[in-house]
């Protein structure tokens, strides 16, 4: 990432992929991580829900900021596969200690990753990004939780309500 934002140079997905750049742990080979991630999500050690949503969320902001012409804002195939992304979001974004243990919460937080993520990389003076964003969730975590129990809670009290009046 730091090569885009300096020279604008976007290094071959091939390179990407089997690791022939220069890095940081977690910023080559993405096909081993990949490999890693399906088998974690095999064992059920990693909640693919974060996993998902760190990927969508990190998708639609990287498009949305690279179709508007953005300039420092490299395609999202290149932001997916280059830096520390696919290992944060595999490795980093599920650790079960500090991400939150709701279903929704899971959604919200990796969405809110992925976002931070492309605004960290593009806009900020860092050029990973990933790791921030990820203590910007896990800060966030336990208030997401509180507040989709609390959503929960209200739509079970507002069901119960509408099937006593219709019984």
Not at 138 to 160: G, M, Q
């Amino acid at each position: 990432m730091l090569t885009f934002r300096e020279t604008g140079f976007l290094e071959p997905l091939k390179n990407l992929l089997l690791g022939n750049v220069a890095g940081s742990l977690g910023e080559t080979c993405a096909i081993l991580i990949i490999i890693a991630g399906i088998y974690l999500l095999y064992k059920k050690v990693a909640a693919w829900q974060t996993m998902a949503a760190v990927f969508i969320g990190f998708t639609l902001a990287n498009t949305f900021f690279y179709l508007i012409g953005s300039p420092s804002i490299p395609n999202p195939i290149f932001g997916i596969f280059s830096g520390g992304f696919l290992f944060g979001m595999v490795f980093m974004a599920t650790d079960p200690v500090s991400s939150p243990r709701t279903k929704g919460g899971k959604w919200i937080y990796g969405i809110l990753i992925g976002i931070v993520t492309v605004v960290i990389r593009g806009y900020a003076l860092f050029a990973g990004g990933m790791m921030f964003a990820i203590l910007v969730g896990n800060t966030f975590a336990p208030l997401i939780d509180e507040i989709v129990r609390y959503v929960n809670k209200v739509r079970k009290e507002r069901k119960e309500k509408s099937e006593g009046v219709t019984a």
